[in-house]
């Protein structure tokens, strides 16, 4: 994976589009059942199903026919298979909250696959997958797809506490270890995901993150610190999930070395951890192109 | 678009410029377009309404960009896009080669920048006509809007038309957030304006509980969708009921052919589809047919009669 | 409304009234107060703002008078009443032999009118304060709203200032339909208004796809609930920021002791709940108890104390 | 019932208030069944079928915990035993269809009842009660108490086609005789209810009808031209359903003598057939209280 990167030195090449494009359709909701403190939706869409690859997400229109909800809501594809996809939810508010509530034959319009999947390292790469909350749910099909190529993985799952974590016996099943780590030491060890992933990613050549935000940069950070390519999977408020109203952007390096305010639905969710300003994102810095002309100046 | 049984005709026109569909995309609410081909056959649709461009690349506010709000959401995006040149070099060709019509939007914050974008869009290939975004605010007067001020806003009409391609319909894109929209329509009108696009988003503020503060940056935003369409159709039936003769492309909180509906009877003869494309990428297609069946279910036989019919006498 | 564990000392007042809540009723969406009785403890919220009352009797409108929108509805009622004799007669003594509070709300179509629905209200037992609805058209101004015009609304206000009972306090009640909230919030407050009662509904306009014209014979109408929010929010902040001193009865859309904590983090010392109240006839004891216990998980000590919260520094 | 009227030679006395208060509540649906063209819907509601009286109504919030629909719909109350209340829906707009689309187990926010009931006539007095489409679910109740006060009671229930009947067999357990009428001839007589009530109210003492605007009119005219006195149960677009929001309101003639915009739920929905202006309904006659001031002249 090394030395893909661009002209910057940055250790990773941003993800590439996906090779289908969405769909819309309504799919019916074939299964649901509670996974720890998340529900777990099935839904038939056979033409997502068939295209849709890790990283990617799918969005759903929310709250019925009467809904005063617009927004669609994104949630990452935890699997696919036999034209079902799975999907992990966590109640937040009003729109996940209604989303969790969806009983088996419920009909819901969901778009997708959405976003760009994760780039594979050259086939037997060692790969270090780190999954935060219902984040590890993105990282199965990821991992399952790395292990076909020949690559060994490691899995670290966390979460604060034991009843938040997830896809730990999915990971188990696919992974060679599967690391579990609980803020409260509630299950497995004790602290955050980025103790374990220090200690193990100078055995792998490629480190991949999908959770919050600040777990996103600790192991972006320490990855790019061991001069290991990551890719992290990002969660930004959207509004439509297809690349039409930049309201998704996070300020992200370029190929030519420049920073954009780069849509994470259309330009990711999927980014390098080097390539990510993570320290900047929800501000303007002055080195943004287009920064200029928004009265930014250099300080 | 699959075609429908109707016999209805929905041809119709930007200014002098015919279209075959009266439903447009709206300014920043489909990028250029590209995102949408999955879901929309773009050649079969009015135009696409690029986002609004101005003179330099622009990165747009920081996050938080948007607040969902009843029935709508609030948005200050800071008209992030590449300029009038990665615009020219990038995303025009891109929808010519394709043969989908575009009107451009274009945005400043002095009257120069303006006139200098229509200018740099004159006889460009596929473009069918000018939207002129003035609800930016006025630098040389303190920031006001230039659609809040008929002054102001009849100086940016007036300098676009004279520089615009004499083939490109001038479009001023009009703010409800004004005591009499009749008189900034009248103004920029007779400044030279070949029809009104109306309206963009009302000036909104969102908290946040959590944090205390405003959620959006920039403290207020645009706020745009469903929410807003009494308002929308109220400025449209107005200015129609003054100004019957000038063409107004219609916009406020559609997401169905009746809604649509509404606003050709209070006097659109076009509409562009807005925040509904991020609830339905595939709005704008199914809002041409519903239209297009809810018109034929009405006895017109073509979109044109239907025009501002809510004006007429029930007895007309 | 039942008592609820918390700490936070709720009283506020209008003008120099204090009132032990800040959840009001809004004018004409709780008509006199009665029909709440079984769903709400009357004595208990801020007071009960009366229906618009002019000085005579009127039937208002014909049907339809509402339209239902997304998020909100529109509504043309034409202040039905039983005007200014019949307010005095029946609805306020009801009101006061029960100890509710009553904020009424006063309107006119002339200076003089307003000036003598003041003057009548003089030491009314029960009546705290009066509310003035200019968002009435001026007759002697082609009908121009008073509330778009500083110096009409001024007029007004210091007409209904200087007839009014010394001590109730007077509220303009503000019309977000205007280029400068600011402006009017100024001019009324020199004239005399102890506080700014925002906002009135904004102008709206529905069609009915089946009649193929406006759903209300007044063919526009006035959009009001969760729809408006944001604007209404807007408007709070912009006249907090400008007049810090001047107490705000804020409105538009509240449903929720969250939104309701919005406003008051916006500027606002007090709170109306209308169009709320026709999906939620319980809605008063419950943003009460909604917002009592969010301004204590947020620390707050008292209402007074988040009052503009929003405007000051996030490390302040 | 002759002789009850005000000082104006109406035949009818306004109807009283309900004795009990409404109240709000969460209903759970126990039961659901399709009748012919509508939904019947079974609430729990102790507090309301306790209760509620025949005329009365109950207003329920539609489109679940994201919807944009504010206002609340009007349903009349069908039935109501063993703290059941029962309603039929016919599936018109978005927000009957969203309620004649509950499932059993579903709750619902309801107010009730509501409205002022039924006035019941002298014991003994011959009744006729006239339902148009689910209207006549409305009746049954009121039929039961008739006929438990020793009236004995006709019934007719029309409607456009005979799928949109509503009741008949309920009504057919109650009154003496039970007349159908269909416009299209599918069931029953062909024709108008106005036609069979011609004929059968000569034979009694009052009229009872709940159903379309044209119907009550017409039913309500008959009955004031043979000198008997009629009640009506308007359906009137509501927004609050609790008398707080005066969108409700018909021109009606007072205990006076004097027309008022009356409140159709508070004031009514029923009022005396007589005392209904129809002719004016959507009007604003020059003699109403208040037009004066509102502009209008005598012509
Ligand atoms: C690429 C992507 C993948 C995601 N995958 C999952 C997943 O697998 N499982 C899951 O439970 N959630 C996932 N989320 C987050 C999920 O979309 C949000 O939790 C959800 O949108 C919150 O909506 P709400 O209605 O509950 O909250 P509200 O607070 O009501 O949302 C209001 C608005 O803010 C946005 N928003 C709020 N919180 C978030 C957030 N954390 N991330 C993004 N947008 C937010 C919403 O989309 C909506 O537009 C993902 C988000 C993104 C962008
Ligand atoms: C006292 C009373 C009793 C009623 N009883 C029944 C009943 O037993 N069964 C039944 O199916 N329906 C009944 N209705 C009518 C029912 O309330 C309306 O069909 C329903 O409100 C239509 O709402 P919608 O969302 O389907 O239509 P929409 O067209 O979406 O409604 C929009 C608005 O208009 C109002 N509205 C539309 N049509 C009517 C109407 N016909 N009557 C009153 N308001 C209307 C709605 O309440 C809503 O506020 C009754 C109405 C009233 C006033
Ligand atoms: C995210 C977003 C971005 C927008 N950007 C622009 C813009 O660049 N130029 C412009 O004239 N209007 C812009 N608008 C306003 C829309 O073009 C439209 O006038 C408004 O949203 C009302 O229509 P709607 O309710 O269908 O969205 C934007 C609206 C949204 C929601
Ligand atoms: C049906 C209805 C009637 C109203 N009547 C009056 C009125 O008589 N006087 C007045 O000042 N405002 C009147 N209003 C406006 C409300 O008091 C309030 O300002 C507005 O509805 C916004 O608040 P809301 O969104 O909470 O309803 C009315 C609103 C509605 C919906
Ligand atoms: S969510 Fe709309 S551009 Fe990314
Ligand atoms: S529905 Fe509100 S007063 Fe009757």
């Known amino acids: ?299 | 678009m699959t075609a429908v049984e109707t016999a209805v005709d929905m041809g119709t026109a930007i200014g002098s410029v015919p279209i075959p569909s009266p439903v447009l995309t709206a300014s920043g609410c489909s990028a250029f377009g590209r995102e949408l081909e999955p879901f929309v056959d773009l050649t079969a649709i009015g135009a696409v309404v690029t986002k609004s461009v101005q003179l330099r690349p622009r990165s747009g506010r920081p996050t938080p960009r948007m607040a969902e709000t009843p029935s709508g959401m609030l948005n200050s995006i800071g008209l992030q896009g590449p300029g009038i040149d990665g615009l020219l070099a990038e995303e025009l060709p891109w929808l010519a080669e394709r043969g989908v019509r575009s009107l451009v939007s274009i945005a400043g914050t002095r009257v120069e920048d303006f006139a200098e974008l229509a200018e740099r869009l004159r006889g460009v290939p596929g473009v069918l006509g000018l939207e002129v975004n003035i609800s930016c605010p006025n630098v040389e007067s303190r920031g006001e809007v230039f659609a809040c001020d008929p002054v102001a806003a009849s100086d940016v009409i007036a300098a676009v038309r004279a520089a615009a391609d004499p083939a490109h319909p001038v479009y001023a894109k009009l703010s409800p957030d004004v005591t009499d929209i009749v008189s900034v329509a009248r103004a920029v009108t007779d400044a030279g304006a070949d029809g009104l696009s109306m309206i963009n988003t009302l000036l909104g503020l969102v908290i946040d509980p959590d944090t205390m503060r405003p959620v959006l940056g920039g403290i207020t935003g645009g706020l745009s969708g469903p929410a807003i369409r009494p308002v929308a159709l109220r400025c449209v039936w107005q200015v129609h009921a003054a100004l019957p003769q000038v063409p107004i492309l219609g916009m406020g909180g559609i997401r169905t052919g009746l809604d649509a509906l509404q606003f050709v009877l209070a006097g659109a003869s076009a509409v562009s589809v807005g925040t509904a494309v991020f609830n339905d990428p595939s709005a704008l297609g199914r809002v041409h047919e519903e239209l297009a069946a809810a018109l034929s279910a009405r006895g017109f036989a073509s979109l044109q009669d239907a025009v501002g019919h809510a004006h007429r006498p029930v007895d007309a």
Not at chain 1, 265 to 273: I, L, M, Q, R, Y
Request: charged share 15%; with cysteine.
């Open chain 1, 1 to 299: 994976m090394k030395g893909q990167n661009g002209h910057s030195g940055a250790l990773t090449a941003p993800a590439a589009k996906a090779e289908h494009p969405p769909v819309q359709r309504v799919a019916e909701v074939v299964g649901r059942r509670p996974v720890n403190a998340y529900t777990e939706l099935r839904l038939a869409a056979p033409e997502i199903a068939a295209t849709a690859v890790p990283g990617q997400f799918v969005a759903f229109a929310v709250g019925g026919p009467l809904s005063g909800s617009l927004l669609r809501r994104s949630i990452a594809i935890a699997g696919t298979g036999d034209g079902v996809v799975t999907v992990v939810v966590a109640a937040h508010g009003p729109g996940s909250t209604w989303l969790a509530g969806l009983q088996t034959g419920d009909v819901i319009d969901v778009v997708g696959p959405l976003g760009r999947p994760f780039p594979m390292p050259a086939p037997g790469t060692p790969a270090l997958v780190v999954g935060g909350g219902y984040g590890a749910a993105a990282l199965v099909g990821l991992a399952e797809r790395l292990r076909a190529t020949g690559s060994p993985v490691t899995a670290i799952a966390g979460a604060a506490s034991a009843d938040r974590l997830c896809s730990v016996e999915e990971l188990g099943s696919v992974a060679d270890e599967v690391v579990v780590t609980t803020d409260d030491g509630s299950a497995g060890r004790r602290g955050w995901v980025s103790e374990p992933a220090a200690e193990l990613i100078a055995d792998v050549g490629v480190v991949y993150a999908c959770g919050p935000m600040g777990m996103l940069r600790a192991v972006g950070e320490l990855a790019t610190a061991a001069g290991v390519p990551s890719y992290v999977a990002v969660e930004e408020s959207m509004a439509c999930g297809i690349g039409v109203c930049m309201t998704c952007v996070l300020p992200v390096i370029g190929e030519d070395g420049r920073s954009r305010f780069a849509r994470s639905c259309a330009e990711g969710p999927v980014f390098g951890g080097d390539r990510v300003r993570f320290a900047d994102v929800g501000k303007l810095p002055y080195d943004l192109v287009g920064a200029d002309a928004m009265g930014v100046v250099a300080p």
